[in-house]
T-cell receptor
Framework: DTAVSQTPKYLVTQMGNDKSIKCEQN?????MYWYKQDSKKFLKIMFS???????INETVPNRFSPKSPDKAHLNLHINSLELGDSAVYFC?????????????FGPGTRLTVL | AQSVTQLDSQVPVFEEAPVELRCNYS??????LFWYVQYPNQGLQLLLK??????LVKGINGFEAEFNKSQTSFHLRKPSVHISDTAEYFC??????????FGPGTRLSVLP
């Protein structure tokens, strides 16, 4: 069983479109995250939710809106896509928001904006 | 704010040779330290972590790391690498009240 799954794996779209990426974890974790990895492999946190509540909201354009319908799911919706949004987006989860907890990562979604 | 530096962006090494990947961090408070590995086209997975106690930490796949508080370092080592160790390696730091911060990554290439 996949612990943290993301769909789709690849997403190719035109500038200006709106798209969503879905994430689900079956580990029973309380905390979930979205990361963006750019072309140079630099990994930066975007958002974190703990029990469906937003706890980390980094400096991210408000075109990005996370939604957590329940603690097993954290989806990412992106409006008005721009070329600079092209990246690999990783979802992750941890037992809770404790700083010592291991994070479990999904396989990533490669977004290409044309 | 805390930060992580990985001085080597790329490390080529021959198979069965030893390797050390360097990680230095800066933080005004005590931290937890992690090494993650990312194989091609995959997500990250934990290699090892330091929370407290013994400064030498052993992880999966024969890797180990040593926490050095005075030098604010957490270097990763393996005595003999395999082709399958070719991957991107990320050092990360966290503490209470601060976000999880990843270093820029080190690309380890194991050559036959």
């Amino acid at each position: 069983d996949t612990a943290v799954s993301q769909t789709p794996k690849y997403l190719v779209t035109q500038m200006g479109n709106d798209k969503s990426i879905k994430c689900e974890q079956n580990l029973g974790h309380d905390t979930m995250y979205w990361y963006k990895q750019d072309s140079k492999k630099f990994l930066k946190i975007m958002f974190s939710y703990n029990n469906k509540e937003l706890i980390i909201n980094e400096t991210v354009p408000n075109r990005f809106s996370p939604k957590s319908p329940d603690k097993a799911h954290l989806n990412l919706h992106i409006n008005s896509l721009e070329l600079g949004d092209s990246a690999v987006y990783f979802c992750a989860s941890s037992q809770d928001s404790g700083a010592f907890n291991e994070q479990f990562f999904g396989p990533g979604t490669r977004l290409t904006v044309l | 704010a805390q930060s992580v530096t990985q001085l080597d962006s790329q490390v080529p090494v021959f198979e069965e040779a030893p390797v050390e990947l360097r990680c230095n961090y800066s933080s005004s408070v005590s931290v937890y330290l992690f090494w993650y590995v990312q194989y091609p086209n995959q997500g990250l997975q934990l290699l090892l972590k330091y929370l407290s106690g013994s400064t030498l930490v052993k992880g999966i796949n024969g890797f180990e790391a040593e926490f050095n508080k005075s030098q604010t370092s957490f270097h990763l080592r393996k005595p003999s690498v395999h082709i399958s160790d070719t991957a991107e390696y990320f050092c990360a730091v966290s503490n209470y009240g601060q976000n999880f911060v990843f270093g820029p990554g080190t690309r380890l290439s194991v050559l036959p």
